[in-house]
């Protein structure tokens, strides 16, 4: 088939690794898929009910695979399209349309972070919402401009700890950004969080921001 559309890259590439007896993680779903096309059965009697978090972060056909595996089972999915880490395989819109069959029910009460917080991301975002807030005020975010990032923010840290913040994040875009100020912050007590680390730190900690979630 990727030879039958012109795509010899991404066949040879399928060979090699099915030669080195491994599938890439996006390749999964769509042999999955294939299987399940050609008859394979899978018994979820014992499945009464899923339930599916982030569901903006997994692709259209892994989608689809869920469906087929789990056709007769009811489910909830949970997403916000604003959320996304996976911008270039994920759902980019939750609807009726991107997700088949399913109803949707929007959730407009905020409880995460401050009334401040949320429209400060709105209006980056250029969202016009309704939502309804749980009572919790706070300062309002800043944008600033540094000239000398790395002690810009050691200052900022020192300030928050003297206004008697124990909890702190500095949280960067990549990870080698985050390893890079790591390093500039290194005399500060900053703990650096990186996708194998399995417990919750305490104090200030510095990570990429697609590991900031949950």
């Given at each position: ?115 401040q917080i949320t429209d400060f991301c709105n209006r980056l ?47 960067t875009r990549t990870a080698r950004t985050a390893n890079h ?34």
């Open positions: 088939f990727l030879n039958h559309i012109k795509r010899n890259d991404l066949a040879k590439r399928y060979r090699k690794s099915l030669n080195a007896n491994m599938i890439y993680y996006e390749d999964i779903a769509p042999v999955m898929y294939i299987k399940l096309m050609m008859g394979y059965k899978y018994n979820s009697n014992d499945v009464k009910h899923i339930v599916m978090d982030e569901v903006q972060d997994y692709s259209p056909v892994e989608i689809r695979v869920l469906f087929k595996l789990f056709q007769d089972v009811s489910m909830t999915l949970l997403g916000d399209e604003n959320q996304a880490i996976n911008f270039y395989t994920g759902l980019s819109v939750l609807s009726e349309e991107s997700i088949p069959d399913a109803f949707t029910v929007r959730l407009n009460r905020s409880y995460r972070s401050t009334k975002l250029g969202m016009e919402t309704d939502y309804e807030y749980i009572n919790r005020e706070g300062k309002p975010p800043e944008i600033l401009h540094a000239s000398d990032i790395g002690n810009d923010i050691a200052i900022r840290i020192q300030l928050l700890k003297e206004s008697g913040n124990s909890s702190i994040a500095v949280i100020l790591c390093s500039v912050l290194g005399n500060h007590e900053i703990k650096k969080i990186m996708p194998n680390d399995n417990k919750f730190m305490t104090g200030t900690v510095i990570l990429p921001s697609y590991l900031a979630k949950g």
